[in-house]
């Protein structure tokens, strides 16, 4: 699975699978990679899936949501709102689709150094909160 990441500005694909399968790619963020611009261009699609020809094993999107393209975020006319109305095609030999493409980038998951300092700076206060107690006690 594949999911909740922020994918920008990559020379080349922001994605490729070669050949995988039963992958779950969705909630992503994809910005400008492959020289993709803010309006779509077939010769600059932002993601790959090689495999066997016209039979792709991957799902690019969840049963109701898939991932958001920088290049793609319209039209979006008929409900549900929030989804492209159109499918984005992935580029390879396997016509790919992310069926529910989103309109409005998605919060990536944070990163674990992140994690780190936030867990470290609630380990201090709670240190700081026990010696408190103590010497009040």
């Given at each position: 699975m594949i999911e909740g990441n922020e994918?920008?500005?990559?020379?080349?694909y922001g994605l490729s699978i070669n050949g995988g399968s039963q992958n779950m790619i969705w909630n992503n963020t994809f910005y400008h990679n492959n020289g993709a611009g803010d309006v779509y261009d077939p010769s600059h699609v932002q993601a790959h899936e090689s495999g066997t020809i016209g039979n792709s094993s991957n799902f690019w999107n969840s049963t109701d949501r898939g991932n958001?393209?920088?290049d793609w975020t319209g039209p979006d006319v008929i409900p549900p709102f929030g989804i492209v109305d159109l499918p984005y095609n992935i580029s390879g030999s396997v016509n790919a689709k992310d069926y529910y493409p989103l309109t409005t980038p998605q919060t990536p998951?944070?990163?674990f150094q992140s994690m780190l300092l936030v867990m470290g700076v609630?380990?201090?206060v709670l240190v700081y909160v026990?010696?408190?107690?103590?010497?009040g006690t």
């Open positions: 994918i920008l500005d990559n020379t080349g958001y393209w920088s998951i944070p990163e609630i380990a201090l026990v010696r408190f107690e103590r010497k």
